[in-house]
């Protein structure tokens, strides 16, 4: 049973820096791609960043050049580095994951079905 467990979230001042981490446990998938997503208040979940186990990644073009994903496949810990953040940024944060490689556009692809607890990020002026 696959499990996913974040940390990381908090307030921060907009112009600053967060870092998430998500570690996993339990996969058997062999090509699986990972992501971080956010809902902020009444919205729906959207991507924010993916990564697949042959290193390729996408962004949601809202965080390009601010936001990084990696992923640590020995220790099995996704990260996010939040830089340069928003009021917008604003948002509960969930990692996933699913089986199946990252595709051109960041909604493409099978459907992620494991989702971690979420963490909240706040961001204020």
């Known amino acids: 049973q696959v499990q996913l467990t974040e940390s990381g979230g908090g307030s921060v001042q907009a112009g600053g820096s967060l870092n998430l981490s998500c570690i996993a446990s339990?996969?058997?998938?062999?090509?699986?791609?990972m992501g971080w997503f956010r809902q902020a208040e009444g919205q729906e979940r959207r991507a924010v960043a993916l990564?697949?186990?042959?290193?390729?990644?996408l962004y949601a073009d809202s965080v390009k050049g601010r936001f990084t994903i990696s992923l640590d496949k020995a220790k099995d810990i996704l990260t996010l580095q939040m830089r340069e953040m928003k009021p917008e940024d604003t948002a509960m944060y969930y990692c996933?994951?699913?089986?199946?490689?990252?595709?051109?556009?960041?909604?493409?692809?099978?459907?992620?079905?494991?989702w971690g607890q979420g963490t909240q990020v706040t961001v204020f002026t």
């Open positions: 996933g994951a699913r089986g199946g490689l990252v595709l051109s556009r960041i909604n493409d692809g099978p459907p992620f079905g494991h």
């Open positions: 339990g996969y058997t998938y062999y090509r699986y791609s």
């Open positions: 990564i697949d186990r042959d290193g390729t990644v």
